[in-house]
């Protein structure tokens, strides 16, 4: 069996704070990480391997700092990292992102399982996992939570609804994006990030290895333009109320709710 | 792709520094300088820029090619499940009428289901001029490919302008696979909707960067032009419309093409009440600041005495003191209540991009300098387990004297 899991490298936007004087980003010292939802994939697909005997490639779109993410994953312990790294995939929205991810599956051995992480944590569009099944023709199961079994040629699944879950069974091969609750992704070894950072090999593969028409990727070949960005304007904070004690603010608290008509 | 300093009119302001979400511009020799490996091309620094000293060649004025003129309407997916038509609908309904009106086209709901002919009425009487129905037995439960062939058959036969789709766990499954087949744009989770007055697109505005930084994004030259929203971001119509006059047009669907890979064997319900966080009216939400499952004991104690729910920050759910279904916030629910309390809650950017639309927003936090006081009506710095007690008091007394009177 073969599992190709695509992840993305992000910001940790969690650590990202808005500087209050000038209502912009500070982004010193903000770290990139393995998406969330991606490193629960990688988890997914290594339970995979050593349960059924499989290879995991892991594959990612990105600038070539995203090298470090692939090999977080490589001391992880998968099999084979391939990153798709060129000027020419720049800017790319999910339609194209998608496009290059499928247009690289074509160029590599069959799979029989894709995993992608629900959403990225700094565009959280959970679009691109779909839209790959879609350029792949593959069927999709999306908002995993929980795999219930596996045979070479199919899989159940739970996939996750706002109020419980519906179980699902899919053919392979099969797109399935997953959500963190679905596992505890493991820690790298000590040996496995020492043979990823000096011994193991990362591919990159710029857009002469994907199969996609070149007018097709990237900023041209993306559908939607975004044509402006901007920081949410900052509201003008509110009162503070005054008091001796706990008693007293809560006093005044439901007095100011009570003349909005809340109480 | 890239972006252009133009050194003559840049004069080091640093303006675009602080603009670029992604670290890729400094100043060097008096000039800004752009580094291309990190430059994602999101031309955040072109719009920012005072000068006008930067340009993005590639972003050419571009006008709608002829074909996009053959898309006419705007449509809403009319999302049911076991028959009922989702309350996301109806809010898509309420913005699609108001982007209708300013094109001057029908607005219409496309009805996937089976046996489902009878909910029509209730999709004109919230604003819809015609609905699209394709009634099948493969469409009876949601499955991503049976969903996906009968809206871009509907699609394709009658080509609707704008297509708006509700961020469900089920919109998000079928509206990409959607776009993705019509070789079109999707707008995931917008907050704001609208139609430029020159050029008539639709402006589609969301979050990006985590909440951090706000996008407005058009999709140019590909029809439909498509956006998911999520619950509770947009309003229903306030009256109900006549609904005398709505068309209902039945859609034969083609069902020789469809290849169902997936089998749904069963729908399991979450065990407990169901959260109804979108449609509440007042919301108390406990954070980090609780220190401890059992607070959440006093913040449902708060809730009932006004009336409302029990909602919570990303921290309280990590920690596993309430179930997801709770949460509030970039990856949880948006909600838009009349009131708001924040509880122990410091108000990181993802919290506050799921209740910044409250109507009147109370933070009660320790800590003085927490940025939910930013953001709140009224602040009490202090400790929630001694404030809360004392409000939940306080608002039974008062409730107490409005009975006797």
């Given amino acids: 069996m073969r599992i190709l899991v695509c992840i993305k490298q992000v910001p940790d936007t969690n650590e990202v704070k808005i500087d209050p004087k000038t209502n912009t980003l500070m982004r010193e010292g903000v770290p990139s990480i393995i998406n969330h939802d991606d490193k629960a994939a990688i988890e997914a697909a290594l339970a995979i391997k050593e349960s059924h005997d499989a290879e995991v490639i892991v594959m990612t779109m990105g600038p070539p700092q995203a090298d470090y993410a692939l090999r977080e994953a490589l001391a992880m312990g998968v099999d084979r990292v391939i990153l798709l790294s060129s000027r020419a995939f720049a800017g790319a929205d999910t339609w194209a992102t998608s496009l290059t991810l499928a247009g690289a599956i074509r160029n590599m051995p069959a799979v029989d399982l894709i995993f992608c992480g629900r959403q990225a944590i700094d565009g959280d569009t959970a679009q691109v996992g779909p839209e790959l099944a879609e350029h792949l023709d593959l069927p999709q199961v999306t908002y995993v939570q929980k795999i219930k079994s596996l045979s070479h040629n199919s899989i159940v699944v739970e996939r996750g609804l706002e109020h419980g879950y519906e179980i699902v069974e899919s053919s392979l091969p099969v797109v399935l994006t997953t959500v963190k609750e679905l596992n505890v992704p493991r820690y790298p070894s000590m040996r496995g990030i020492v043979d990823a950072f000096d011994c193991n090999e990362v591919e990159v593969w710029n857009e002469k290895k994907v199969t996609v028409p070149v007018d097709q990727l990237g900023l041209d070949g993306s559908p939607t333009k975004v044509i402006r960005t901007f920081t949410p304007p900052a509201k003008s904070p509110g009162k503070v109320l005054e008091g001796i004690n706990a008693r007293e603010k809560a006093q005044r608290l439901a007095l100011h709710l009570q003349q909005k008509n809340l109480i | ?405």
Wanted: net charge negative; with cysteine; proline share 4%.
């Fill in chain 2, 1 to 405: 792709m890239s972006i252009v300093i133009l050194n003559d009119k840049c004069t080091a302001c640093g303006t675009c520094v602080d603009s670029c979400p992604f670290g890729a511009i400094d100043l060097q020799n008096e000039a800004a300088r752009i580094n291309d490996n990190i430059c994602t091309g999101c031309n955040a620094c072109v719009s920012a820029c005072a000068f006008e000293a930067i340009i993005n060649p590639e972003t050419k004025e571009e006008k709608p090619e002829a074909q996009t003129a053959v898309y006419h309407g705007v449509w809403v997916f009319a999302e049911q499940r076991e028959g009922h038509i989702m309350n996301i609908a109806l809010e898509l309904l309420g913005e699609g009428r108001k982007l209708a009106d300013d094109l001057g086209v029908p607005l219409s709901a496309l009805l996937l289901g089976h046996q489902i002919e009878n909910k029509t009425e209730q999709l004109f009487s919230q604003g819809a001029d015609s609905v699209y129905v394709l009634d099948n037995e493969l469409l009876k439960e949601y499955r991503t490919e049976s969903y996906a062939a009968a809206f871009v058959q509907a699609v394709k036969t009658y080509r609707p302008d704008i297509v708006l789709i509700g961020a469900t766990n089920i919109g998000r499954d079928l509206a990409p696979r959607v776009a993705c087949r019509l070789h079109t744009g999707l707008t995931a989770d917008c907050t704001e909707l609208a139609i430029d007055p020159e050029i008539k697109l639709l402006m589609q505005t969301r979050p990006a960067f985590g909440g951090n930084i706000m996008a407005t994004i058009t999709c140019p030259n590909h029809r439909p032009q498509m956006a998911t929203v999520r619950p509770g971001v947009m309003k229903k119509l306030q009256q109900p419309a006549d609904s005398s006059k709505g068309k209902k047009i039945l859609v034969p669907f083609d069902t020789s093409k469809v290849n169902i890979r997936t089998t749904v064997r069963e729908i399991v319900q979450a065990a407990g009440k169901i959260v109804n966080l979108e449609e509440a009216q007042i919301i108390v939400s406990g954070g980090r600041g609780l220190g401890q499952k059992e607070g959440f004991a006093l913040i449902e104690e708060a809730a009932v005495a006004l009336g409302g729910v029990v909602g919570a920050s990303r921290a309280a759910v990590d920690a596993g003191w309430i179930p997801h279904s709770h949460q509030v916030g970039q990856t949880g629910k948006t909600v838009s209540p009349k009131l708001y309390i924040a509880c122990g809650i410091s108000g990181a950017i993802q919290h506050q991009a799921g209740m910044s639309k409250s109507g009147t927003i109370v933070a009660i936090n320790k800590n003085p300098d927490a940025p939910i006081f930013q953001l709140a009506d009224f602040g009490v710095v202090g400790d929630l387990y001694q404030v809360l007690p004392a409000l939940i008091e306080e608002i039974r007394a008062l409730q107490n004297l409005a009975h006797q009177a």
